[in-house]
């Protein structure tokens, strides 16, 4: 019988809507080969929706979203959102209580990227640290900004870190590594913490190699040995710059997917932004939103439509005959995703 799942879409801001309307048509065409089925529901959420309602992210957006099997996500334009306004991707973080983020970055056969051996995953917590959005003034010339670490937000993003760390291992049949990255020798009592959480979650997991770095050390080391990682296990700061990193190393973020995941509900999105210079135009690059579908699908359960995905998306980036302007070609969004639907139908 075929399954059918409930998709709470918020399209976001710039070229969110454009390549969310593409994922939707890879989406749509696993149906039209029997495959599960999608009902689709579009929700506000990002600056527009400030502008047009005075918050970012409505409280029935919010309710939708739990409502739905999962959630997938446009570009947002956070930066312009003031303080009042809400904060949209942290309240989904919250309002959904995911435990991590999960961004993987992996070298593509076709693409060109710094690094010919990436392929790792950086585990990013994703509620506290110094994104907690505490932050308040001494006085006129003093600001200041609290870091929360609290040990159960930890053990929850470390504990995701050593799932993942199994099932690469299981489908590479590599020997799993987590790596956790700190600054303790500064941040004696959060960082503390962190790795005292992170250490308690590795006894659970033998067969999961442990390791902790100093995070420039780490930053370093993912430019002079990037084949060295597997798993990156990080606080909400050090995991935002460390993924970036590792997305430059491997194929930029035009190709970069992640995903937000909890015990009840998760989100999913491309990780490039809004791109106002090109919005409206249709020639984004909708491969990233397609991708992080394919980890939508895994995440469902539907793991042979999210392989298919992944191996229609590759296909045509390693012929290299159709390819965005990010990618040196000049083809538009749309005839982008038809390419990637003929590979899929073939």
Not at 53 to 70: F, Q, R
Not at 183 to 212: H, M, N, Q, W
Request: aromatic content about 6%; glycine content about 10%.
């Amino acid at each position: 019988m075929t399954s059918s799942y409930s998709i709470c879409l918020l399209p976001g801001d710039g070229i969110g809507t454009e390549v969310i309307d593409c994922g939707c048509r890879v989406l749509d065409a696993l149906t039209a080969q029997g495959g599960p089925q999608f009902i689709y529901d579009i929700q506000p959420a990002g600056y527009d929706t400030f502008l047009d309602v005075g918050h970012s992210l409505p409280s029935a957006t919010l309710e939708a979203a739990k409502a739905a099997d999962a959630v997938l996500l446009g570009a947002m334009d956070v930066a312009q959102i003031p303080p009042h306004g809400g904060d949209p991707l942290g309240g989904l973080r919250i309002g959904l209580e995911v435990s991590a983020s999960i961004r993987p970055s992996a070298t593509i056969p076709g693409i060109k990227s710094p690094a010919a051996d990436i392929d790792c995953v950086i585990v990013r917590e994703v509620t506290e640290g110094l994104y907690s959005r505490d932050e308040y003034m001494g006085d006129d010339d003093a600001a200041y900004a609290i870091r929360v670490i609290t040990r159960e937000a930890s053990t929850k993003a470390a504990r995701m870190a050593f799932e993942e760390a199994r099932m690469r291992e299981k489908r590479s049949g590599k020997p799993g590594l987590v790596t956790a990255v700190h600054k303790v020798g500064v941040l004696k009592l959060s960082d503390g913490l962190f790795l005292e959480a992170c250490a308690d979650v590795a006894r659970d997991y033998p067969d999961i190699a442990y390791e902790t770095r100093n995070v420039d050390a780490c930053a370093m080391d993912m430019v002079r040995e990037p084949g060295a990682f597997d798993v990156i296990l990080a606080t909400n700061v050090f995991g935002d710059i460390l993924s970036d990193v590792a997305a430059g190393m491997a194929a930029g973020l035009g190709l970069a997917a992640s995903a937000c995941i909890g015990d009840r509900w998760a989100y999913f999105e491309p990780v490039h932004g809004t791109a106002p210079d090109i919005a409206g135009q249709g020639v984004a690059n909708p491969c990233a939103t397609v991708l992080t579908a394919g980890m939508m699908l895994r995440y469902l359960g539907e793991g042979s439509s999210a392989d298919a995905v992944e191996a229609a998306v590759y296909a045509v980036l390693a012929e290299g005959q159709v390819r965005t302007g990010d990618l040196g070609g000049t083809a538009t969004s749309a005839q982008m995703t038809d390419a990637i639907l003929a590979m899929l139908n073939a």
